[in-house]
């Protein structure tokens, strides 16, 4: 009896994600899986790896290089997440790109609208999102997922163009810091 009751339990724990203690409580908590799979994913992930946090109807893509998971959650609960995981990290950090259309949608289009663009931005953290057109994203993602992995973190969103796309990029080195070296090594050249 006790046997299928342990069998039951490790049953049960398959279907809700990693279980764990919190410090100093004697509460189990279930880990969703797509948290578990961000923090397994990102520390393989770098330069020149997406990750993108999508609503519900962006499609799911053929490339070899596009791994999707369905969080089953709210899309900015995701990003937030997401967010944090990448912010501890110490190897990336984010270039956030959300798509143009988001702008132009109206309050009548979408009942709350301005709400969730106030949320968006403090789930971005202050950070300034570079605006593109929807279908471009698909060629940068096209692109990218021909050489580097793309995580594709597909939520419950049901705000049209509401996804937003974050190519990763080193943290401990800048774009002036490359164009040094790359000034220092032609100069060393000639």
């Known amino acids: 009896m006790k046997i299928l009751s342990i069998l039951v339990s490790l049953v049960l724990l398959s279907f809700t994600g990693c ?18 799979s961000i923090r397994k994913h990102l520390p ?8 993108l946090v999508v609503d519900k ?17 709210d899309l900015l609960t995701v990003l937030d997440f ?19 259309e988001l702008q132009y949608i109206t309050k009548a289009q979408v009942p709350g609208i301005g709400a969730f663009r106030d949320s968006l931005a403090r789930t971005l953290r202050g950070a300034t999102p ?5 279908e471009s994203v698909f060629t940068k993602i096209d692109e990218a997922s021909k050489l580097f ?9 049901t705000i049209a163009y509401s996804s937003v ?6 943290k401990y080195w800048s774009a002036e810091s490359e164009a040094a070296l790359r000034k220092a090594m032609k100069g060393a050249t000639n």
């Open 57 to 73: 109807a962006f499609p799911e893509q053929n490339a070899a290089g596009l791994l999707t998971i369905d969080t089953n959650a």
């Open 149 to 157: 992995k793309v995580l594709v973190l597909k939520t419950n969103g």
């Open 19 to 36: 279980t764990t203690k919190n410090p100093g409580s004697t509460e189990m908590t279930s880990t969703p899986k797509w948290q578990t």
């Open 44 to 51: 393989l992930l770098g330069h020149r790896n997406w990750i």
């Open 130 to 134: 570079e605006a593109i057109l929807h």
């Open 82 to 100: 997401t967010m944090r995981q990448i912010d501890s990290s110490t190897h990336v950090r984010p270039v956030i790109y959300c798509d143009a």
């Open 165 to 170: 796309f974050l190519q990763l990029d080193c």
